[in-house]
C-alpha cells in the first residue's frame, strides 16, 4: 500500500460483509434507560457463554456502556428497522416501543429475533472503538426474520 490509507475506502470495503443489526440497552446508576444501534456484535464463546459488541469511543453514549455492568443485546427482526433507526438518532428512543425492565434494571425490548442479557466480562481498548465482552445469563429468541445490513443498507431476509 502507498500514500494515505483510505478510511472511507475501508469502511466500504467492510460494508461488504452483511451483519445482523442489534440494539443495545443499559440503565444507569440513576436509573436512566438508553440504548444504541450497532452492527458490531459476534458470540465468542460457549464455556463461559460470551459475546461482544463494540461502541465507537466517539459515541456519546460510549463511556455510559463502556462502565455498564449489565447490559442487553437485541437482535432485530426484519419489521425493527424503525428501532435500529430510533437509537442511531437518540439514546432514549423507548417510548413508542414495547419493553420492559429486567430484575436488575437492563431495559428489554420485545420483539427481537433474539435477545441476550449480559454482565460485563471485560473490556479491551480497540483503536477507535472499545471491545465490550458480555457473559450471557439469560436469552431469549423467536422464529422472526432478522433485519440485516450491508453495502450502508438495511435489508430483511426471508421467513427462517
Known sequence: MTGAFDTRAFRDACG????G????TTSTPDGQVVGITANSFAS???DPP???WSPAKSSRRHDVFAEAAHFAIHVLSSDQRA?????VREANAFTALDWHR???GTPLIDGCVTRFECDRYASHDA?????ILG????????PNAPLVFAGGRYAGLGQP
Open 127 to 131: 483503536g477507535d472503538h472499545t471491545i
Open 135 to 142: 457473559q450471557v445469563t439469560d436469552f431469549a429468541t423467536a
Open 16 to 19: 461488504g460483509f452483511a451483519t
Open 83 to 87: 428501532v435500529a433507526d430510533g437509537f
Open 50 to 52: 460470551l459475546v461482544m
Open 44 to 46: 465468542i464463546s460457549l
Open 21 to 24: 443489526v442489534c440494539v443495545i
Open 102 to 104: 429486567s430484575d436488575n
